[in-house]
């Protein structure tokens, strides 16, 4: 079946423009999770949907980011007024049910640079 | 927060096998331990968790210390396909939810 997937691939921006980075969970998937890796970094965990609950966004590193869920499905994580250190891989991931009892599926990322 | 502690890199010749260790000391009671890989250019990929239990899998076996202070991820016998960086994650409830920590990684070389 189809995996989880995420658009635009690349994204390249200017310093200040505002950026939508979109991502399809799997049909089903209750949980989504957004991510972001710098160059050479593991990964950081940014905010966390389940269901319809209110989501975790105590990984945001400031007020600039934001992510919205629309129908329990679609995600869409917006970065306002963006700087350089924000260039990174963004990587979103689904699955079932909580993290640590579920396996996580994760897109192939969105890759932003900051010019 | 729980950290994890693993090499930076490690490497290993084809068909032999490999154990890639994990150092997570403030491990609480209820941190699950899960292990991804990261292929270059790829999200990364699921290979294995547990809580525990020593844990196997069609891909791997976690070895799970009695104090739970670490684990091994075992792979059997690797192959040239198994060169990625593997993460070791604790993933601790907040709140109801589910938040991972993820390490440095170890990039697994493996030479034919």
């Known amino acids: 079946g189809a995996g989880v997937s995420q658009s635009p691939s690349n994204k390249v921006t200017e310093k200040g423009k505002d950026v939508e980075l979109r991502c399809d969970p799997i049909?089903?998937?209750?949980?989504l999770y957004w991510y972001r890796q710098s160059l050479g970094q593991g990964l950081e965990f940014l905010i966390y949907?389940?269901?319809?609950?209110?989501?975790?966004k105590s990984g945001l590193p400031s007020d600039r980011f934001s992510a919205e869920r629309t129908g329990g499905s679609v995600s869409t994580l917006t970065i306002q007024r963006t700087q350089q250190e924000d260039s990174a891989v963004y990587l979103c991931?689904?699955?079932?049910?909580?993290?640590?009892?579920?396996?996580?599926?994760f897109g192939p990322g969105t890759r932003l640079t900051v010019t | 927060d729980a950290k994890t502690t693993q090499p930076n890199s490690m490497e290993s010749n084809e068909e032999e096998p490999v154990h890639l260790p994990c150092n997570h000391s403030t491990i609480s009671g209820t941190d699950y331990i899960h292990w991804y890989r990261q292929l270059p250019s790829q999200g990364p990929e699921y290979v294995i968790h547990g809580l525990t239990s020593n844990v196997n899998n069609r891909m791997a076996s976690l070895a799970i210390a009695e104090d739970r202070k670490s684990s091994t991820l075992i792979l059997h016998r690797a192959t040239l396909r198994d060169a990625a960086v593997y993460y070791c994650i604790l993933s601790r409830p907040s709140g109801g939810s589910y938040i991972p920590t993820f390490g440095r990684g170890t990039s697994l070389i493996v030479h034919p």
């Open positions: 991931a689904s699955n079932t049910g909580p993290f640590g009892v579920y396996e996580q599926y």
């Open positions: 949907f389940q269901g319809n609950s209110a989501p975790d």
């Open positions: 049909s089903g998937h209750t949980a």
